[in-house]
């Protein structure tokens, strides 16, 4: 199939590229898994990717990608097969056409024939409307995609000029956050999707225009511009044009301003484009608006789903804005009447950075709605470009994936872990089946073996898929070692960012494994759901034990015990508990919100088991981003708390949040408010510590919030000074290592131990470098260790972190030697003035690698020199380096990253060194 589209786009593009290719790394969602081990290795779903989510336009064409999926996220390449589009229009006229790509070209087919598993369509709109599209098989071998909204723009009449438009804020390394394109306009601003020429191979307009870089503040050639059709990068690239329009992607590793600017290559040619504007702004800064549901996008009728806007920085949401207005709004695609409510309405602000939204339907739309969102004011925001369809679905039909495992075993029994396709009501779907992703997180791997129920109890990996029938997965985990247990799952059918599966969102607890008890048990003990807090009409499992003295399980017991109800009215099964091997269960619900206490008799004595149920409409559970981060010694550290309940963010809530510290030190070294205002289910505020060390925050809130307590670590930060070169059998060569605080100042730390364990690794693995100390002690912030090497070679220095208040500030991490901290070129002393530096281009090593491939050079006099990384198909990856070098060593890393800064595959890639006439090439392998 990839051989067809490249064949294709070739005749399209004729002149314009040698190897034209689609890079859908920018279109998915940056932190999507990769596929992890899987009982299935077939296609079970269709994947749809529109780039009209992003620019669609009346009589233009939308590309589509439509993928057939392993459970997981792999594409099943020995997939073919016929697939069917489904487009839901505003206004049901059958005014959507479908082209499918054959040999000769795109041509108008209901009927898509899938080749190795994915197949491109055009999808064109002869009406101004939104519409929503889905993949399916008529035989139901395959689920339906995840269904995407699309608007198409009305049309403009014949083009005169050009005109840029998307995303004006960026992060620097930008890798798929900001899409931009240039568009064929008339006078008033609309596309005209005829511009340009109409190919006789293919039945669509196209066109190419040049986008290039006009201006940087910092005048140095850091901005670059990538087409999304087509290979290659730099500061001018010719652009396609389909039906009007031709996407590209601007990337800069520096925060600066950059001004670009589209030019006409036509006959005659079109007005250029105005000048236009881009900021690149460092990852803290939020850039974009985004749209999320903790639960996925699909939910049942009468529910109030929690949907949150987001202004969005590369890692979570921009809490100091408060001031971006947000407007979100639906349009009912399918429903019979207007039946949905959405609040709060109308233009609101957002508040540290989110806003939180209630979306409900009083009656089941099969395609539901498309949500459209805008922003106004400062700090400016990119527009959304990728909206989610909402579907709603009638009671009963399971939403979402709950996880009820087994709380606790005893080392090398078997811990049950079941995961329930749900409505959003508790009501188990049994006619549901699917996969479902199981991530177990074995700290003392590989002590952990898993079993698929569902398959036959057929041994799978700790990260594995798992099958669903009848609405149930079932997994046994036997686990050799005493420890806890991180157990995540999820449906296994999702591709991207908006598409959670049909079973949406992720749910965690942690599962504790004892030891074996070395006496008889002597008490009953109750193991709770490891949740932030126990929600009405959610249904739980319970976990008793019966341990020793020591509070270890017995696994010889294998008596009974009894439930009776003392207060609430809670549902639970079974009343009867039978013991086996010292371990029972049982499932408790409750459909109020309310105090419930059960008791328990049996041998082992009684006592009573008290549970609190909370409201999720009313409600809910504080959460504070302190439990997923240390924090900076003498920094003013930010920190959200939210209040959550089963969908996400209760935007219903406002309220005060008290907070406490416990502070093993008592010396007023941790510096926070004593209450926080919450405010749509938000709040914020800072904390600072003094001092290295570990302490607790305590939160606690009204009568039906449920408190919270968080671990918080203060830490400092490593940063590494060594010598670009050494000098051959000097031995004076300094590695410096720094502990500093938050505030980038030398923090006088002094461990008793040393903090960190140092590696090298030679360019020629013969022994001849060597460190006077790979454990060196820190006093007063600082520690030293010298390096000497007896032949000229480069050598990469490692750093593994042994100390847990010290923070890397390293990027490159490899699992066999830690941190790289630099490396050192050994060259003999005076090299660069009175002997002579012979040119050499060396092989890159190691290789195979795993994050970081090291590229030697020697020039004997100043040259050119460019470093290039391609896949197997030739198809440029990574420019690595391409300038004028100074005689002498030199050495250039290549982090497994493409130009866009996606991060690459596993597999065998080529790469190209040219300098002063000579090329050198090979091939490399990465290996994660």
């Excluded at 809130?701 to 490593?718: K, N, W, Y």
């Excluded at 004076?732 to 131990?753: E, I, K, M």
Aim: glycine letters at 8%; proline letters at 6%; charged letters at 15%.
């Amino acid at each position: 199939m990839r051989r067809a589209v490249i064949l294709v786009l070739s005749l399209l593009f004729a002149g314009l590229y040698a190897t034209p290719e689609i890079n859908l790394d920018h279109i998915a969602h940056p932190k999507r898994k990769s596929r992890s081990s899987t009982t299935v290795d077939h296609a079970t779903y269709l994947q749809l990717i529109s780039l009209g989510q992003i620019i669609a336009v009346q009589n233009g064409y939308s590309l589509t990608i439509l993928g057939a999926q392993i459970p997981g996220g792999d594409r099943d390449t020995s997939y073919n097969g016929i697939v069917k589009i489904r487009a839901i229009e505003q206004n049901p006229n059958n005014s959507v056409v479908i082209y499918q790509l054959h040999e000769m070209g795109f041509f108008p087919d209901t009927m898509v024939q899938m080749r190795g598993g994915s197949a491109m369509i055009l999808v064109q709109n002869t009406e101004s409307e939104y519409t929503i599209l889905q993949a399916y098989t008529e035989t139901g071998e395959l689920r339906p995609s995840f269904p995407v909204g699309v608007f198409f723009e009305p049309q403009g009449s014949r083009a005169t000029s050009l005109v840029i438009r998307g995303s004006k804020k960026l992060h620097t390394s930008e890798d798929g956050f900001g899409v931009n394109y240039v568009a064929a306009v008339d006078d008033s601003g609309r596309i005209d999707p005829t511009y340009q020429v109409f190919t006789p191979i293919m039945p669509i307009a196209s066109g190419v225009v040049s986008v290039g870089v006009t201006r940087e503040s910092v005048p140095n050639s850091s901005a670059s511009i990538s087409p999304f059709f087509g290979s290659g990068s730099g500061p001018v690239v010719d652009v396609p044009l389909l039906g009007g329009i031709g996407m590209f992607f601007v990337s800069n590793t520096e925060e600066e301003n950059v001004v670009i600017q589209a030019i006409s290559t036509a006959s005659p040619p079109l007005e250029s484009s105005p000048e236009f504007s881009l900021d690149f702004v460092p990852p803290s800064v939020g850039t974009d608006i985004m749209l999320f549901s903790f639960t996925g996008f699909a939910t049942n009728v009468g529910y109030d789903k929690g949907i949150m806007a987001m202004a969005f920085t590369r890692d979570g949401p921009d809490i100091t804005n408060n001031t971006t207005e947000v407007l979100l709004s639906l349009v009912d695609i399918t429903g019979l009447t207007p039946s949905y409510s959405l609040e709060p309405r109308g233009w609101v602000n957002f508040i540290n950075g989110v806003r939180g939204f209630t979306f409900n339907d009083a009656e089941p739309d099969s395609f539901g709605l498309i949500s459209v969102i805008d922003t106004r004011g400062e700090p400016t925001l990119n527009k959304i470009s990728l909206a989610p369809a909402l579907t709603v679905y009638p009671v009963g039909r399971a939403v979402r994936a709950h996880l009820l495992p087994q709380i606790s075993a005893c080392v090398n029994d078997t811990l049950k872990v079941s995961v329930l396709a749900m409505d959003e009501f508790g009501n188990i779907d049994t006619t549901y089946y699917g996969y479902i992703q199981l991530d177990i997180t074995d700290p003392n791997s590989p002590s952990v073996r898993v079993f698929d129920f569902n398959s036959g109890m057929a041994p799978v990996q700790i990260s594995s898929v798992i099958r669903m029938l009848n609405g149930r997965a079932i997994a046994y985990i036997v686990d050799s070692e005493p420890e806890t247990l991180s157990i995540k799952a999820s449906d296994a059918e999702k591709t991207m960012f908006y598409d959670l599966g049909y079973l949406g969102g992720e749910e965690s607890v942690s599962a504790y494994i004892l030891p074996q008890a070395g006496t008889p048990a002597i008490e009953y003990r109750l193991v709770m759901p490891s949740r932030d807090a126990l929600f009405n009409n959610e249904l739980y499992i319970v976990t008793l034990i019966a341990v020793d003295r020591a509070g270890n399980i017995d696994r010889s017991y294998n008596g009974s015990a009894t439930l009776t109800p003392l207060l609430g009215t809670p549902t639970f099964s079974p009343s009867i508990l039978n013991f086996n091997r010292g371990v029972t269960t049982f499932t408790i619900f409750d459909d109020e919100a309310e105090d419930v206490i059960l008791r328990l008799s049996g041998e082992l004595g009684e006592q009573n088991l008290n549970f609190t149920f909370y409201d999720q409409s009313a409600g809910g559970a504080i959460f504070s981003d302190l439990s997923e981060k240390s924090v900076l010694v003498n920094a003013e550290n930010p920190a959200v708390i939210a209040i959550i309940n089963r969908s996400g963010i209760n935007a219903a809530y406002s309220g005060n949040i008290t907070i406490a510290v416990d502070d093993p030190n008592v010396n007023g070294s941790v510096r926070c408010p004593s209450f926080v205002r919450v405010t749509n289910g938000v709040g914020s505020f800072t904390i600072m510590d003094s001092e290295p060390e570990e302490f607790v925050v305590r939160f606690s809130g009204d009568s039906g919030i449920a408190g919270a307590r968080v671990d918080v670590r203060a830490c400092l930060q490593l940063t590494a000074n060594l010598p670009a070169y050494g000098s051959v059998n000097n031995g004076n060569d300094t590695l410096r290592f720094r502990a500093v605080d938050g505030l980038g100042a030398l923090f006088p730390y002094s461990p008793l131990s040393s903090p960190i364990h140092i590696e090298i690794q030679e360019q020629n693995p013969n022994g001849s470098a060597t460190v006077s100390t790979n454990d060196p002690v820190m006093f007063n912030g600082v520690a030293y260790a010298l390096i000497e090497d007896s032949e000229p070679e480069t050598v990469r220095v490692y750093a593994n972190i042994i100390d847990r208040f010290l923070l890397p500030t390293f990027e490159i991490y490899t699992s066999e030697y830690g941190y790289l901290v630099g490396t050192i070129v050994f060259r003999y002393v005076g090299v660069d003035e009175s002997k002579p530096v012979s040119f050499r281009l060396y092989d890159p090593y190691p290789n195979p690698f795993n994050s970081a491939l090291l590229f030697p050079v020697s020039l004997d006099k100043p040259g050119e020199v460019s470093i290039e990384i391609y896949n197997i198909l030739g198809e440029k990856v990574r420019t690595v380096f391409n300038g004028t070098l100074e005689r002498g060593e030199h050495s250039f890393i290549w982090n497994g990253r493409s130009d866009s800064g996606a991060v690459v595959s596993s597999g065998v890639y080529l790469y190209r060194v040219v300098s002063a006439g000579v090329c050198k090439a090979g091939s490399v392998v990465l290996m994660k």
